[in-house]
C-alpha cells in the first residue's frame, strides 16, 4: 500500500535538490533562459534521448562520458547546440568546465539544450550567466520557466509518496514542450529528481518502461527534435524505496507531464485521447493511434469541432494496420457516430459530438474489432497559432 | 525521335473522346458537380487506386466488376461514397444501370467519387444529373471543373505526340487535388484519355511506373484518402503508337499534373522540390525526400519563407535513414548553407536562401554523401488559408 499526495516545489520538492533559473541574455527582455538542478549529494541518474540521428552536442557530451552520476545539470534555452560539429562538443565541455571552476563541489556536470538547429552556442553568455548562479536556491519555478521556448506556460510537478511504516519519499520533476512533440520521443527536455533510493539497476529500467506510455505517447506535430532528453535523478536521501510505489508514482509523474505539453502544444486548443482498441495486437493499436494523433485533417477537424468521423475512418484506413469497416466502431466521447459497418451519424449524433469536442480534453475512441491490442495516444488540434508560432520562429 | 507540342482540349484532345460537367445540386449555387468522360469506341483501361484500407464503394465496384474495357466513366465530387457500406455499392450499381437505361450505347460504366467520407451518396439528384447529360458534347474544362472539391482551379493538360512518318497520337487529362494529397498516392482523381493504340499489356506496366516518381512523390498534408484513382483509357483511335514516346508522354502528363496538384494544395502558396541525393539507396532517399515534404515544421518555414536549415537537417536526422552530419549538404535553390559538417549559414547567405524561398517553386536539395540513392518529392507550404478550409470542411 502507499498513498500520492501532490505537493508544491517541483524539482526541488525532494530532499537536498536546488534549482533556479536567471537570465543570461539569450532570451530578449531579461526573461530567464538558463537554469540548473544541483543536488547536495551525488545521485545517480539514468537518461532517455532523442532517436533522431542528429543527436545534439549536449547529448553526445553526455554518452561520451558514459555519465551515470551527477550532482549539477546545466539547461539553457533558445539554442539547441545541435548540428553544430566539434565545436558544439567543445562549447559544452569548455562550459562545464567553466562551471567545476566556479564551483568546485561540481561533479560529472551534464548540460542539456533547447532552442534553435545550427547557430553556435552563446558560449560567452552562458558562461557569464553561470558565475550569477547561487547553487543554495530553491527556486523551481524560476527553473522551469528558463528551460521554456515557445511553451506558454511552466510545467511542474511533484509529490509526496507515503509507504508503510510512515516512510516517505518524494519525487519532483519539471518539463518543456510546446514544438516538435512527436510520437518516437516528443521533443521536448524532461528532468525529474527524486530522494528515493532508487537501486542504480532499476533506474533506467523504470523509466524507459514508463516512457512508451507517456512521453512516447504524445504528438503535437510528429516532428522528433535532436534535442529530446528525459533525465532521472536520485540522490537517495530519503533512504526509501519500494519499487512498486517508485514506479507507479514515476509514471504518474510523466503521465502528468506528457499531458501538460500536448495540452500546451503550440496553438493547441484541445488534448484528446485517441484509443484505439481491438487492433491485431499492441502493436498495430499503437500504430493507429498515432496515426490518428498525427494526421494533419484529423487535427484540423479537431480545430474546427467538426465531427468530421469519416476523417477518422479514413486515417485508420490509411495507417496500414490489419482493420475491416464492417467490424469497426468510432465513438467521439460517449457517442457512437460509426458501428461495424453501419452510420449512426445523424443530425442529434453529430450536435451531441460537436457539443463532446467543445470540451478542452476528450477522448476519440476507435474499436477495430479484431482482436485485443490497444493504445492511447494522446494529441491536440492544429490552429492558426501553430501556423503562426512556426512559420515564424526564428525572427 | 518523337516531339510534343502542348495543346488545348484536355480529355477531349484525343479523337473519339467526349466530356461534360453539369450541376446535379450537390454543389451550392449550381456549381457543376457531376462529369462524364465518353469514348465513341470501347477503351482500354487501367487504374490505379489508393492504398487505404478503406476503399471507396466506386472502387470496390470496379475491382469487383474486374473492369478492363469501357465507353463510360461518371464522376461525382462532393461526396466520396466511401465508408458506406453494401448500400454505396448498391447505389453505384443503381446509377450506372439507369445510366446504362438512358444510353444504350454505354458499356461496362465505371463510377469515380469525390468528397466527404461516411455519407450516403445522393443518389437521386446524380440520377437526375445523368439525364441532362449529352454525350456528344466535347467540354473537357466543364468536366474538368465539375471534379473540384477544394481546388482553387481547374487541372487540365494535353500534347499531340509526333513520331517518325508524320504519324502522332494524342493524349490528354484532368485531375483533381488539393487536400489529403500523401506520398502513398495522393488524394486525388486522374483521368487520362489516349488515342494511341496502346496494347493492354503496356497499359499497367507504364501507369504504374510513372506514378511512383509523379503522383506517389507529391504531398499536400500526409493523409491518404479512401477514393484515391489514376485511370488510363486508350481507344487506339489514331492507330499509331511507340512505346517510348507515349511513356515520355504519358510521365509529362502525370507529372505536370501533379505539380499542379501541390500548387493547389490547400492554401499553398509554394511547390517545393526536395532533392535527395547520395542515399544509401533509392528507398532510403524517397524516405528522407517523404519526411521532409511532410514535416509539418518544414512546411510552416516554408509559409514564413524562413531558411530554416536546421528544421531540414532535423527531418532528415528523424526519418530513420543513414546519414551523417559530417557527410550532409543542404542547399536552398543554389545557396549551400550547410556543407560536409560546416555551417555556411551566415546574414549574406541567409538573405540570398530567404529570396530563393520567396519564389512559387524552388528546390531544397540534401546530399547526404553516402552512396548514390535519389529521389525527389514534391511538396508545399502549409499556412492560415489550410488550417481554415480544413477545420471547417464539412459545412
Same mark, same amino acid.
Given at each position: 500500500m502507499f498513498t500520492l499526495t501532490s505537493i508544491d516545489g517541483g524539482v526541488c520538492a525532494p530532499q537536498g535538490f536546488f534549482a533556479d533559473g536567471i537570465s543570461a541574455g539569450m532570451k530578449p527582455d531579461g526573461e530567464r533562459d538558463l537554469a540548473f538542478i544541483h543536488s547536495d549529494s551525488i545521485c545517480s541518474i539514468s537518461a532517455i534521448f532523442t532517436t533522431n540521428s542528429f543527436r545534439a552536442a549536449p547529448i553526445q557530451h553526455f554518452l561520451k562520458k558514459s555519465i551515470e552520476s551527477t550532482n549539477f545539470i546545466l539547461i539553457n534555452a533558445k539554442n539547441a547546440n545541435a548540428m553544430t560539429g566539434k565545436k558544439g562538443l567543445d562549447d559544452v565541455e569548455s562550459i562545464l568546465s567553466h562551471a567545476r571552476s566556479l564551483f568546485p563541489q561540481i561533479e560529472n556536470p551534464v548540460m542539456s539544450s533547447t532552442g534553435v538547429i545550427g547557430v553556435p552556442l552563446p558560449k560567452e553568455k552562458i558562461k557569464k550567466g553561470i558565475e550569477s548562479f547561487d547553487l543554495g536556491k530553491r527556486d523551481a519555478k524560476a527553473a522551469s520557466k528558463a528551460i521554456m521556448t515557445t511553451d506558454s506556460y511552466e510545467k511542474e510537478v511533484a509529490f509526496e509518496v507515503k509507504i508503510e511504516n510512515g516512510k516517505s519519499f518524494r519525487i519532483g520533476a519539471m518539463a518543456k514542450g510546446a514544438g516538435m512533440i512527436n510520437p518516437a520521443m516528443a521533443t521536448m527536455l524532461c528532468f525529474i529528481t527524486t @530522494?528515493?533510493? %532508487?537501486p542504480a539497476g532499476d533506474m533506467a529500467e523504470v523509466l524507459k518502461k514508463h516512457a512508451s506510455t507517456t512521453f512516447n505517447a $504524445?504528438? %503535437? @506535430? &510528429?516532428d522528433t527534435s535532436t534535442n529530446d532528453t528525459v533525465m532521472l535523478l536520485s540522490n537517495g536521501k530519503s533512504e526509501v524505496y519500494d519499487k512498486e510505489a517508485f514506479s507507479f508514482a514515476l509514471e504518474k509523474v510523466m503521465h502528468e507531464l506528457a499531458l501538460k505539453i500536448v495540452a500546451d502544444g503550440e496553438g493547441a486548443t484541445k488534448c484528446v485521447a485517441f484509443k484505439v482498441t481491438g487492433a491485431a495486437n499492441d502493436e498495430e493499436a499503437t500504430w493507429a493511434a498515432k496515426a490518428l494523433s498525427n494526421s494533419l485533417l484529423v487535427k484540423t477537424a479537431l480545430y474546427g469541432e467538426d465531427p468530421n468521423w469519416g476523417r477518422i475512418a479514413s486515417t485508420i484506413g490509411a495507417s496500414g494496420v490489419e482493420c475491416d469497416p464492417e467490424k469497426l466502431t468510432i465513438k467521439f466521447g460517449n457517442v457512437t457516430l460509426y458501428e461495424k459497418g453501419e452510420i449512426l451519424f445523424d443530425k442529434e449524433r453529430e450536435t451531441k459530438a460537436a457539443k463532446v469536442m467543445k470540451k478542452s480534453s476528450f477522448s476519440i475512441e476507435c474499436d477495430? &474489432? $479484431?482482436? @485485443?491490442g490497444s493504445f492511447t495516444a494522446y494529441g491536440c488540434d492544429l490552429g492558426h497559432e501553430y501556423v503562426k508560432i512556426n512559420a515564424d520562429y526564428r525572427t
Open positions: @530522494d528515493a533510493a %532508487v $504524445i504528438s %503535437v @506535430d &510528429g477495430l &474489432g $479484431i482482436a @485485443d
